[in-house]
């Protein structure tokens, strides 16, 4: 079922931040959600599109709306 959590046009949307991650290796993203199992669909998706696993994060946070990738340089 894990599969079917991210939609095309989410997916869509995140291809385009994987362009920009491609183009920016020293960039840092964190994804966060209110459901863990949707920041971490988003997560596993971004590792699929050949991104390393320590430029990403992922957690459950209460704070945010459906979800967010925030980016930092590091």
Do not use: C, W
């Amino acid at each position: 079922r894990g599969k079917d959590v991210l939609s095309l046009p989410g997916k869509s949307v995140l291809d385009r931040y994987v362009s920009f991650l491609h183009d920016h290796p020293m960039v840092h993203v964190s994804v966060e959600s209110p459901d863990i199992k949707l920041a971490k669909a988003i997560y596993d998706y971004l590792l699929s599109r050949k991104l390393r696993n320590e430029r990403l994060s992922y957690k459950s946070s209460s704070n945010v709306g459906p979800a967010r990738l925030v980016v930092t340089q590091k």
